[in-house]
């Protein structure tokens, strides 16, 4: 015989196809056996004290509960002008953000409280240049703005009297 038929072939590609994904098939079970025999695999499941459970549901409350109320609360009392003025307003006008007028800047609010009353609710509601409407609150009543308009003009040198919400409504209608 010759040396040839002893020599090594080499394997077809059908044979490492299934040489390959079986050979790790194998190793897998091999595995799965040895954590079977040590127990890691199937293990009993341990009952848990009822204090470590209980820790544990403490741990994972929400830290709030959200309560909504309903519409019919009751009515809406307006905010005065300093509560208003103090919740919103401050934001730009305290530091004069956006060319806002500072709160007590009698300069500043000379020539705005000149424009009237009036006028200056019905920028403040509707909104002038930067200033959102309703200085960004949408929630904001009339009355509570009007109220706000004359605390801050008064700040700046103005002797406005708030207006009831009846005749806000009437002021801050735009010019046509």
């Known amino acids: 015989m010759s040396t040839k038929d002893k020599e090594y072939k080499g394997s077809t590609f059908w044979q490492l196809i299934l040489v390959i994904p079986g050979s790790i098939l194998a190793f897998t079970l091999i595995i799965a056996l040895i954590a079977k025999s040590f127990g890691v695999i199937g293990a009993p499941d341990v009952a848990e004290p009822a204090a470590a459970v ?73 909104g002038i240049r930067s200033m959102p409407a309703k200085g960004g609150n949408p929630a904001l009543t009339d009355g509570e703005i009007a109220n706000a308009v004359a605390e801050m003009a008064n700040a700046g040198g103005a002797n406005f009297k708030p207006k009831a919400s009846t005749d806000v409504v009437a002021a801050a209608m735009p010019a046509k």
Request: proline share 5%.
């Open 54 to 126: 209980a820790q544990v549901e403490a741990n994972i409350k929400p830290v709030a509960a959200v309560e909504v109320a309903s519409a019919d609360a009751g009515p809406h009392a307006d905010k005065s002008g300093a509560e208003v003025v103090q919740a919103v307003c401050s934001m730009c006008h305290a530091a004069g953000l956006m060319n806002a007028p500072k709160i007590g800047d009698k300069d500043a609010w000379k020539p705005r409280i000149a424009q009237g009353y009036d006028t200056l609710i019905s920028h403040a509601i509707n």
